[in-house]
C-alpha cells in the first residue's frame, strides 16, 4: 500500500509539473508546433467562413435600388440585380450544392495523402474563384450561380480534412481545445466579414468584397502550405519532447493499406448522434448566417452599412463561447468531474435546449435590441454544442475521423441547402410574422437534435475501431496510452518544450 501511494503521489506531482511548464509556455506558442497549427487553422476557417459570407452581404447591396439614369435623361431608383425572393434564396443556396459533393471524398483523400495538403488547396481554390465572382455576376445569374457552386465543392473539403490534421496532431487530451481554436476561426471570420463587407460596399461598391477576401484567402494559402506538415513527424521544427508527447496520447492513426469498415460506421448509434447534432446545429446556423442580413432589413428596416454590423454580433459570442468552452471540457476531463461521454452530452444538450428556449424568444421580440440580444444569447451558446458533437469523432475513431466529419458534415450541409429556398417561400411579403415561422422551424430543430444525442451519444471508443487496430490499446480519456512494447506515457517525463 506504501508502494502504491508513493507511485500515485509521483504520478500527480508529474502532472502538475508539466502543467506549470505548460503554463509557463504559453506565451512562448510558437514553440510548440500543435498550437502554430491550430492558429493556422485557426485562420483559415476565419477565411473558409469569410469567403462563404461575403454574398449573404454582398447581395443586400446588389438588390437595393439605386439612383438609376434612363435613356429618357429621367432618374429612377432600379435596383442593380433586380432578383426575387426566391432567386435570392437560390443564388445564396447555390455553394451548398457544391460543398455537399466534397465531404467524403475530401475526408477520404485526406486519410490518404494528409489533411494539410487538402486543406490548402481547398480554401486556395475558392479565394482564387472569389476574385472572379465580380465580372461573372455581371456577365449572367446562371454563372454566378455556377462559380459559387464550384467554390462549395472546393471549401467542402475543408471540415473533413482538418479531423486528419488532428488525429496525427492533437494530443487526447487536448481534443477539445485544439478543434475549438480552430473551429473559432469560422466565427471570427464572420464576425469580420459581416461589417467590413458593409464597409466595403459603402465605400468601394459591392464587387470590392469579392476581391479584398480572394487575396487574403490566397495570402494565407500560401503561409499554411510552407509551415504546416502532415504530420509531427514531418516536421523540422518541432522538439523531441513535443513530438514525444503527441505520438504517445493522440491514440492510433490510419495504417498505410488500412481500411475504413464503413458498414460498423454506418450502422453506430454513436455516429448518427454526431450526424443528427451537427445537423441540427447547421441548420439554425445557416439560417442566421445567409438571412440574418436581410431579416435586420425587411423587420427593422436597417441598411445595408447597418446590417452587417448587427449581424456580427452573434457570431462574436460563438467566437468568445468557443474558445472557453473548449477549455472547460478539456478541464473537466483532466479533472475527472465527469465522464468525456457526459462531458459530449452536457455541452450539446445544454447548448441545444438554451437555443431552442432563445430562437422562440427572438422570434416575439417587439425591439431590435431584445432580437438581438435573444440571437447573441442563441448563437453564443452553440460553442458548447461544437465542443460536443465536434470532437466527438475523434473521440470514438481518431484513425477515421476526417471521414467521419465527411459523413456528418455531408448531412449537416444540407441544411444550406434547404434553408435558404425553404426561408425565401415563406418570408414572401417580408413581414416579423413570417420570419417567425423560419424561427420556430430552427427551434424545432434544435430540440429534435438534442433529444437523439442524448440518447445515442458515446465517446467511448468504438469495438469496430479497436478490432480494426490491433496494434494498440488505449485509455479513451487520453490518461494512459500502451503501445505494443508496453510502454506507458505517464511515467514520461516531458521538458518545458512539450
Same mark, same amino acid.
Given at each position: 500500500m506504501r508502494r502504491k501511494?508513493?507511485?500515485?503521489?509521483?504520478?500527480?506531482?508529474?502532472? !502538475?509539473?508539466?502543467?506549470?511548464?505548460?503554463?509557463? *509556455?504559453?506565451?512562448?506558442?510558437?514553440?510548440?508546433?500543435?498550437?502554430?497549427?491550430?492558429?493556422?487553422?485557426?485562420?483559415?476557417f476565419f477565411n473558409v467562413y469569410a469567403l462563404r459570407v461575403n454574398l449573404s452581404v454582398a447581395v443586400v447591396a446588389m438588390t437595393e435600388p439605386v439612383e438609376t439614369k434612363l435613356e429618357n435623361g429621367t432618374i429612377a431608383m432600379i435596383p442593380e440585380f433586380d432578383w426575387s425572393t426566391q432567386t435570392k434564396g437560390l443564388v445564396l443556396s447555390s455553394f451548398f450544392y457544391g460543398y455537399l459533393v466534397t465531404q467524403l471524398p475530401g475526408g477520404w483523400l485526406a486519410a490518404k495523402i494528409g489533411g494539410n495538403r487538402v486543406f490548402a488547396i481547398g480554401i486556395g481554390t475558392t479565394s482564387l474563384l472569389t476574385l472572379f465572382t465580380p465580372p461573372l455576376a455581371h456577365t449572367s445569374t446562371a454563372l454566378l450561380i455556377a462559380v459559387r457552386v464550384i467554390e462549395g465543392f472546393f471549401e467542402g473539403v475543408t471540415y473533413p480534412c482538418i479531423h486528419a490534421v488532428w488525429a496525427r496532431?492533437?494530443?487526447?487530451e487536448e481534443r477539445a481545445r485544439l478543434a475549438t481554436l480552430a473551429f473559432s476561426g469560422s466565427y471570427a471570420g464572420t464576425v469580420v466579414a459581416m461589417p467590413l463587407c458593409s464597409l466595403l460596399a459603402h465605400y468601394t461598391g459591392w464587387p470590392g468584397i469579392f476581391y479584398v477576401f480572394g487575396i487574403l484567402g490566397l495570402i494565407w494559402t500560401t503561409v499554411w502550405w510552407i509551415v504546416v506538415k502532415e504530420s509531427p513527424e514531418k516536421d523540422p521544427r518541432i522538439s523531441a519532447a513535443e513530438l514525444k508527447y503527441i505520438q504517445e496520447t493522440r491514440g492510433t492513426t490510419l495504417t498505410d493499406g488500412a481500411k475504413h469498415p464503413w458498414k460498423a460506421m454506418l450502422?453506430?448509434?454513436? !455516429?448518427?448522434?454526431?450526424?443528427?447534432?451537427?445537423?441540427?446545429?447547421?441548420?439554425?446556423?445557416?439560417?442566421?448566417?445567409?438571412?440574418?442580413?436581410?431579416? *435586420?432589413?425587411? !423587420?427593422?428596416?436597417?441598411?445595408?452599412?447597418?446590417?452587417?454590423?448587427?449581424?456580427?454580433?452573434?457570431?462574436?459570442? *460563438?467566437?468568445?463561447?468557443?474558445?472557453g468552452a473548449g477549455h472547460l471540457a478539456d478541464c473537466l476531463l483532466r479533472r475527472g468531474l465527469l465522464s468525456r461521454t457526459n462531458i459530449r452530452k452536457l455541452f450539446n444538450c445544454g447548448a441545444f435546449l438554451s437555443q431552442t428556449v432563445f430562437m422562440i424568444a427572438a422570434a416575439y421580440s417587439t425591439s431590435v435590441v431584445g432580437c438581438v440580444v435573444c440571437l447573441t444569447i442563441a448563437v453564443g451558446l452553440g460553442g458548447f454544442a461544437w465542443s460536443g458533437f465536434s470532437v466527438n469523432h475523434l473521440d470514438i475513431a481518431p484513425p477515421h475521423a476526417s471521414v467521419l466529419m465527411g459523413v456528418s458534415n455531408t448531412f449537416a450541409t444540407l441544411p444550406g441547402i434547404v434553408s435558404p429556398p425553404l426561408a425565401g417561400s415563406i418570408v414572401l411579403d417580408k413581414t416579423a410574422e413570417q420570419w417567425r415561422v423560419v424561427f420556430f422551424i430552427s427551434s424545432a430543430i434544435y430540440l429534435f437534435g438534442a433529444v437523439v444525442y442524448y440518447i445515442f451519444c458515446s465517446a467511448e471508443?468504438?469495438?469496430? !475501431?479497436?478490432?480494426?487496430?490491433?496494434?494498440?490499446?488505449?485509455?479513451?480519456?487520453?490518461?494512459?496510452?500502451?503501445?505494443?512494447?508496453?510502454?506507458?506515457?505517464?511515467?514520461?517525463?516531458h521538458n518545458s518544450e512539450m
Open positions: 501511494g508513493k507511485i500515485a503521489g509521483s504520478s500527480s506531482a508529474v502532472r !502538475v509539473g508539466e502543467q506549470t511548464k505548460d503554463h509557463e *509556455m504559453t506565451w512562448r506558442f510558437w514553440r510548440r508546433r500543435r498550437l502554430v497549427v491550430a492558429l493556422l487553422a485557426f485562420f483559415g496532431w492533437a494530443p487526447g450502422t453506430s448509434g454513436p !455516429v448518427w448522434a454526431i450526424v443528427v447534432a451537427h445537423f441540427s446545429e447547421n441548420w439554425g446556423f445557416y439560417t442566421l448566417l445567409t438571412f440574418l442580413p436581410t431579416f *435586420m432589413k425587411d !423587420v427593422y428596416k436597417f441598411e445595408t452599412s447597418a446590417t452587417g454590423w448587427l449581424s456580427a454580433i452573434p457570431y462574436l459570442a *460563438m467566437a468568445a463561447t468557443l474558445q471508443l468504438q469495438p469496430w !475501431v479497436l478490432h480494426d487496430q490491433s496494434d494498440a490499446s488505449f485509455d479513451t480519456d487520453g490518461a494512459s496510452v500502451t503501445t505494443a512494447g508496453g510502454y506507458d506515457n505517464r511515467a514520461t517525463d
